[in-house]
Each structure stands twice: as C-alpha cells, then as structure tokens.
C-alpha cells in the first residue's frame, strides 16, 4: 500500500490564484481530514469528510473547499490564494469510529508546502 | 471547549537525560489522547494513545484526569528521539474521529 499520499510537494501561487491540493490514499479508510500546520499554532484541521459525499467544516474552514467524490480521493481547493494561507498542509485517513470501534490511528501524507505571494 | 495545552515550544536536554513533555487538555467528556512524533523530514505518525497503556520507544504517558495531564516521559533521552511532538485529543463517543492538537514540542537531545 502507498498510504496517504499528496501532490505537488512544494507551491508557489501569487495572490489571487487557485489551485488545488490532491490528497489519496488507498486503505479503504472511510474518514480523510486535511490539516494546515503553522510555526506556533501547531495542526488546525480544515475540513473533514466521514465518507463519500459527506464533508464538513473544522476549525479554519474559511478560504477552502473540499468535496469527496469518492472512497480514495479528497482534494483541497483554494480558491483565491491569499499569503494569510502559506503553510504546510498535511491529510490524513483512518477507519472512521463505529462498527465497535473505539478508537483508530490517523494516517498521514508528507505534506504540502504552499508559499503564496 | 475542546483544548491541547503544550506549554514548552523547545525542550532541549542531554543524551541520557529524563526527558517530560507536558500536555494538558480542558474537555468535559471522557477524552482519548494520544501523542503524535514528526521525526526531520517525516511525515507525522502515531506514538501511542492512552488506551493502549503501552511503551513505544521507551515512551510512556499517562492520563491524570485529576490534573487533566497527558504528559509524555522517557527515562533516558537519545539522540534519535530528536523531533516535534503533538499531543491531541479526541472526544470518545463521538461521531467523528476529529482529533485537537497542541502546538507542538520540539525536543532536542544534545549529545
């Protein structure tokens, strides 16, 4: 298995540009989440999904989008970059709770490093 | 509200040395913490959880609801110990599996 895997590494947009953060991972996991990770503020979580079609806000949701069209894949969009949004971005996947599960590791990607002009 | 304390931003001791990351957590429920370690150019991973009442990597943590702690300890700090840990916390019985971290300690171990 790859795991959790991101693309591009590294980005450099100009204020104002859109783009999107890829994030797939091929465990089957139900939950996939998305995390900016900033010097002092340690992770914040974007948005998150529990399974195909279903998505919702975390605690910095604002200048993001999310959608999950299917089980392996939920991208990260920006859609007007601004430099407030440079920041490492992480996503990360895990079985989500229920069917007796008390409790599952968070498995993540390498990362993101978004740098916007 | 939900919330990871971490107050050191740098722990910097010795090879050899204890070492006691603190983390202290406000959550009315009954929480699952966990530690999380980046290693130098590595993806985030799990280090234990407070369920699992296990010993990784010579780490141990245990949760004090008392004093809402969640500190993490090792009694002989190598130099391979070197990395950023998070401590988070997630809700038990909830329907997602959100998890709240802190903002992080880097450790250092001096040789």
């Known amino acids: 298995n790859a795991g959790v895997t991101q693309t591009p590494k590294f980005q450099v947009l100009k204020t104002g540009q859109s783009m999107t953060l890829q994030c797939a991972q091929d465990m089957n996991h139900e939950y996939m989440s998305w995390y900016r990770q900033d010097p002092g503020m340690g992770l914040r979580l974007i948005h998150y999904s529990v399974g195909a079609g279903i998505t919702d806000q975390g605690e910095v949701p604002n200048g993001y989008n999310v959608s999950r069209s299917t089980t392996e894949d939920f991208p990260l969009r920006l859609l007007s970059a601004a430099p407030s949004q440079t920041s490492v971005y992480f996503c990360a996947s895990s079985y989500s709770l229920g069917q007796g599960r008390r409790t599952d590791t968070q498995y993540f990607g390498p990362g993101t490093r978004l740098t916007v002009l | 509200a939900q919330r990871v304390t971490q107050p050191e931003k740098l722990l910097s001791v010795f090879k050899g040395a204890p070492v006691e990351l603190k983390c202290n957590y406000s959550?009315?429920?009954?929480?699952?913490l966990f530690w999380y370690v980046q290693y130098s150019r590595q993806r985030l991973q799990l280090l234990l959880r407070h369920i699992s009442r296990e010993s990784i990597k010579g780490f141990t943590a245990d949760l004090n609801k008392g004093e809402t702690s969640f500190h993490l300890k090792k009694p002989f700090a190598q130099e391979e110990d070197s990395a950023m840990y998070y401590c988070?916390?997630?809700?038990?019985?909830?329907?997602?599996?959100?998890?709240?971290f802190g903002t992080g300690t880097l450790l250092a171990v001096q040789p």
């Open positions: 988070a916390l997630r809700g038990y019985g909830g329907a997602t599996n959100k998890l709240i």
């Open positions: 959550y009315s429920g009954s929480p699952e």
